[in-house]
């Protein structure tokens, strides 16, 4: 697979918790050694994130910008390799990751996802989930991360900056138009924590809420004015 190394790019934002058994990971899953750097690209963490990040001796980065559109375009565009794979900090990729994401980019792919996981176990949480296997704009998440050419990132234009809420939705969509999009069917692991401290039902409820209030054209403000009211959280 020469030629086939890739820059993993992970946005994190008071991830002092998990980002360095993200990494630890990250490196430990790579059995073929296809990953040659490590960004970490930091959006202005009030704790001790980026102490943490700079110990797992990963390329730490501060975005001049917060948001995770942002803070993963300003880390693509210091990207060395051709092939990008952006995951999220509380995510974990499964075992030879980066061999199957080297194998669909040889088998043609320009784009693609893993299918994804919980760390908990709940029948709801698990037919979530099930679901990811299909190409299906409802049952995609932005945990199931994203592999993508570099070159196609750039024709893209990336992420939308604009966009604080739906960024990888949005993406895949115009990816998808004209390229080769594929799901690996194994799952990355994410956390749960989100579910478990809002309720499983009612987290799901909110972000099926949030998704057909995109598809009809509401503002991201009025997409970000609804997840606050609905969801405790400390990100956006």
Known sequence: MNGSMI??????????????????LIRQR??????????????????????????????VVSSPRKGR??????????????????????TTPPHGYSTDIARSFSAGADAG??????DHDHWFLKTLCWFTRFDLDAFRYG???????KNLFGQKNGFREDHILMEDHE???????KSKFVIIRLPVLT????????????????????????????????LLTTYRKLIKQDKL
């Open 191 to 222: 956390s749960a924590r989100k579910y478990l401290a809002n309720g499983i039902y009612k987290t799901q409820a909110v972000f099926f809420l949030i998704f057909f209030m995109y598809k009809l054209g509401y503002s991201q403000q009025q």
């Open 7 to 24: 820059s993993v790019i992970i946005p994190v934002y008071n991830e002092e918790n998990h980002i360095a058994a993200t990494v630890e």
């Open 143 to 149: 945990d199931q991360s994203l592999f993508i050419r």
């Open 69 to 90: 559109a942002a803070q993963m375009n300003f880390a693509a565009g210091l990207a060395s390799n051709e092939l990008l794979y952006f995951i999220h900090a509380d």
């Open 171 to 177: 993406l895949v969509k115009r990816i998808r138009k």
């Open 30 to 59: 790579d059995v073929d050694k296809l990953i040659s750097e490590i960004i970490i690209s930091d959006g202005g963490s009030s704790d001790d994130t980026i102490r943490v990040a700079k110990l797992t001796n990963s390329f």
């Open 113 to 118: 996802c893993f299918m994804l996981a919980f």
